[in-house]
């Protein structure tokens, strides 16, 4: 089964999410870098056991992209768990995978942006086109996407610790078409039935067990 890689909170603003986690978590979350061309900026916290969190927020100094932000952040106006990636050491074959059980999380390709400090990161994801294009229904930003990180360090090593994520789980109107999509992604995660799509976090941190959703 694949692991969460990482979990994506949209906010606002970053840096004062930033100075909201550190008061609340007793972490003060790691600037990442930005995302050129994306409008888009983040900062990261490790999760411990090869997990992370993102914080991801429109990127001021960047001008408007002429395509939408990605997980559908220009629709948003308050801070939001919007999904998560897990973990493939072989993206192709987790591909085939899914896409034999009926489910196509788009194919892979290439990703990369500057840390902080200059070095560069790659990787390689998969991204259904229509989340690329923006218009992914609500629902779907719970099926996690693939990531391999390749020869990259880890992001989980390298930012700060103290943190550890617990479980993540989902909300959904209609539960077994997405616990479907989850089963031929080769994730375990509860899906509870809810008014509207929603995905929770449960995290420990120096300051209690806290929620993201």
Not at 100 to 113: E, V
């Amino acid at each position: 089964m694949h692991k969460p890689d990482h979990i994506i909170y949209f906010v606002p603003d970053l840096e004062e999410a930033i100075d909201q986690f550190e008061a609340d978590w007793g972490v003060r979350p790691s600037f990442g870098g930005q995302h050129p061309g994306r409008g888009s900026h983040n900062a990261l916290l490790s999760l411990a056991n090869g997990a992370y969190l993102e914080i991801i927020a429109p990127d001021p100094t960047q001008a408007t992209p002429s395509h939408p932000r990605s997980f559908g952040m220009d629709g948003l106006s308050q801070a939001k768990l919007v999904t998560w990636a897990v973990t493939s050491a072989d993206i192709d074959r987790s591909i085939e995978h899914a896409r034999a059980n009926q489910y196509d999380p788009g194919d892979p390709f290439d990703g990369a942006r500057a840390r902080s400090d200059g070095t560069m990161m790659h990787w390689k994801l998969t991204r259904r086109p229509e989340a690329i294009a923006g218009t992914t229904p609500e629902g779907d930003w719970l099926i996690p996407f693939l990531i391999d990180w390749g020869d990259t360090a880890h992001p989980a090593d390298n930012n700060p610790a103290g943190c550890e994520l617990i479980e993540v789980r989902a909300i959904h109107p209609t539960p077994q078409p997405i616990r479907h999509m989850l089963e031929a992604m080769q994730v375990n995660c509860t899906v509870e039935q809810g008014d509207r799509p929603q995905l929770i976090a449960l995290i420990d941190t120096p300051n209690g067990r806290k929620e993201l959703r």
